[in-house]
């Protein structure tokens, strides 16, 4: 019901997993279901059939996703997964080398990058995590039409892209 409500406003719906992903696009709304977190290869089938944009947080799960693409003979949009301190998941602010190889596979178009901060409460840090993650952006020499996003539901507005999240829930 909140996707239907939202979805003339909404840039995209996050969700954690493919089944989440699969409601939102028995609505239609497939190309703006992005699921979150490190994509799992055993999943990565369904979310190209469903037409979800994929997040991949390290380069083994971004070939994966490549190759899951190349024996459908289509392609699949993606979102990279950056680890600026959460310490969680995502490919590590500083690899360089394997952003660019997922930058550059040929069944994957990377539509975004985001990062998450892991202490909101702890703005030292969080501004520490978001100078990597500028740092990570100015690196980037193929990075024109690429979303960045910095942030989660507790600093609501990052970079100028709105984000509400579970705080959308209260």
Avoid: W
């Amino acid at each position: 019901e909140v996707a239907r409500a939202l979805e003339n406003d909404a840039l995209a719906f996050a969700v954690s997993n493919i089944d989440e992903a699969e409601q939102i696009c028995s609505l239609g709304l497939c190309r703006k279901v992005v699921i979150l977190g490190d994509g799992y290869a055993p999943e990565f089938d369904r979310a190209i059939d469903c037409g979800a944009v994929v997040s991949v947080g390290n380069i083994e799960n971004a070939r994966l996703l490549d190759a899951a693409a190349n024996r459908k003979h289509t392609f699949v949009l993606a979102v990279l997964c950056v680890d600026t301190g959460m310490n969680r998941d995502g490919f590590r602010y500083d690899d360089a080398d394997g952003i660019s190889e997922a930058l550059n596979l040929k069944n994957v178009r990377i539509v975004g990058i985001y990062s998450h901060p892991s202490q909101t409460d702890d703005e030292e840090f969080t501004l520490y995590q978001k100078m990597k993650f500028e740092k990570l952006k100015s690196s980037l020499p193929n990075s024109n039409g690429l979303i960045f996003s910095f942030g989660n539901s507790a600093n609501i507005c990052s970079d100028h892209v709105p984000r509400i999240g579970v705080a959308l829930y209260g």
